[in-house]
T-cell receptor, first 112, second 113 residues
Framework: QQPVQSPQAVILREGEDAVINCSSS?????VHWYRQKHGEAPVFLMI?????EQKGHEKISASFNEKKQQSSLYLTASQLSYSGTYFC?????????????FGTGTRLTIIP | DSGVTQTPKHLITATGQRVTLRCSPR?????VYWYQQSLDQGLQFLIQ???????AKGNILERFSAQQFPDLHSELNLSSLELGDSALYFC????????????FGDGTRLSIL
């Protein structure tokens, strides 16, 4: 089951904050976040495992609420370099043959 | 540079033809994944190999097949190509472990005329 991301697209001015949400109809074991710039390969941002932990990477952080089967990605004081499409990928279990299913993506555009 | 190498970068061919896409994973990575990304679409998982064995399968068409060789490089074979197969095909690799980051290659852009 493909996770649902919201919003589908958002335009922000440099310095504003953004929140991208990822929801699943299935129980989740892990949520993976990637960013893809236009015409480039997806780049790994972070992984959150079952347990509700929050992770951070400079001004980008994320939370994982396993009870709600949701994850949110927070971009603080956005920079022009944050523009791109953000994908969440979810795994329902830790079994070795469980694939990572990506959401449809959220297109983030940062303008000066 | 992710360390994952995909060749060729671009491929233009006709309907009904067969092509082979190649992927060399990062040094030390045992898992290789193949994804298809159509224009402005998400990443559709095709198949995963781990140390030469098929580990997980997505919605991969019967016309598509893949394998991972003893040196861990992988090939994705697409046959009886149709216009709808035009897409960006990504390969990714990861170390051992179920929840490791996947590192993506630059992709092969396949155009069917």
């Amino acid at each position: 089951q493909q996770p649902v991301q919201s919003p589908q697209a958002v335009i922000l001015r440099e310095g504003e904050d953004a929140v991208i949400n990822c929801s699943s109809s299935k129980a989740l074991y892990s949520v993976h976040w990637y960013r893809q710039k236009h015409g480039e390969a997806p780049v790994f941002l972070m992984i959150l495992l079952k347990g509700g932990e929050q992770k951070g990477h400079e001004k980008i952080s994320a939370s994982f609420n396993e009870k709600k089967q949701q994850s949110s990605l927070y971009l603080t004081a956005s920079q022009l370099s944050y523009s791109g499409t953000y994908f969440c990928g979810t795994r329902p279990s830790n079994f070795g043959n469980e694939k990572l299913t990506f959401g449809t993506g959220t297109r983030l555009t940062i303008i000066p | 540079d992710s360390g994952v190498t995909q060749t060729p970068k671009h491929l233009i061919t006709a309907t009904g033809q067969r092509v082979t896409l190649r992927c060399s994973p990062r040094s030390g990575d045992l898992s290789v994944y193949w994804y298809q990304q159509s224009l402005d679409q998400g990443l559709q998982f095709l198949i995963q190999y781990y140390n030469g064995e098929e580990r997980a399968k997505g919605n991969i068409l019967e016309r598509f097949s893949a394998q991972q060789f003893p040196d861990l490089h992988s090939e994705l074979n697409l046959s009886s190509l149709e216009l709808g197969d035009s897409a960006l095909y990504f390969c990714a690799s990861s170390p051992e472990g179920n929840n490791q980051p996947q590192h993506f290659g630059d992709g092969t852009r396949l155009s069917i005329l």
